[in-house]
């Protein structure tokens, strides 16, 4: 019996050392490496303009002004809300799920008739499996160039050159699929307007001039 409360004794004490290394020192250990060596990333990516935070970075926005870029569609919630994650949980050959997605095809086309109907790139009219993503394809942005072009006057050249110089390319040239952070763009398009056409800048980035 003695023996066998040893043994107890040194099991119970060897949990309360394990969790204190693997539950708050390894927790804590990485939460300080991500303050000093990523701050940015650890503080989640927070976006700020004249010192008001605006969004995360990895996070989409609700983007559906023709007047700038639009991103993904989003399930979660009533779009991009981060407390209801997810997709639309619809098989493709649901019925529902079809209509849907002819709604946003339609939209897509109506808003950018330069765009041929079988040439709408898929992911601008289909949501991500999070609800929650900020990347469109380079096609997706380029697409939507001639449309922001004619709204707001800023020239097809600048534009291009604004998505060109926007695109995320894979990491270490290996993983992911290059593509543009819609969050991003529309804040240096944000700038272009601020610069070419202060009026419509106002009237669409309200609160943030």
């Given at each position: 019996m003695f023996i066998v409360g040893k043994e107890l004794v040194k099991m119970i004490k060897l949990t309360i050392l394990l969790y204190?290394?693997?539950?708050?020192g390894y927790t804590f250990l990485i939460w300080g490496i991500g303050k000093i060596a990523f701050p940015f990333q650890a503080g989640g990516s927070i976006v700020y303009k004249n010192s008001k935070p605006i969004g995360s970075m990895f996070?989409?926005?609700?983007?559906?002004?023709?007047y700038i870029f639009n991103g993904r569609p989003s399930y979660a919630g009533n779009g991009y809300d981060g407390t209801e994650s997810g997709g639309s949980n619809y098989a493709p050959a649901n019925g529902k799920y079809i209509a849907v997605e002819k709604k946003l095809i339609d939209k897509f086309l109506i808003e950018n008739p330069a765009v041929k109907k079988g040439g709408v790139p898929v992911?601008?009219?289909?949501g991500s499996g999070s609800g929650l993503g900020p990347y469109i394809s380079i096609a997706a942005a380029l697409d939507q160039v001639q449309r922001i072009s004619l709204l707001t006057g800023i020239s097809e050249t600048m534009l291009y050159g604004l998505v060109r110089r926007n695109i995320s390319y894979r990491q270490f040239g290996i993983f992911g699929t290059p593509g543009v952070n819609t969050v991003k763009l529309n804040l240096k398009l944000s700038l272009l307007l601020k610069?070419?056409?202060y009026k419509l800048y106002k009237s669409i980035f309200k609160g943030l001039v």
């Open positions: 204190i290394i693997c539950s708050l996070i989409g926005e609700k983007f559906a002004s023709p992911d601008i009219v289909t610069k070419y056409n």
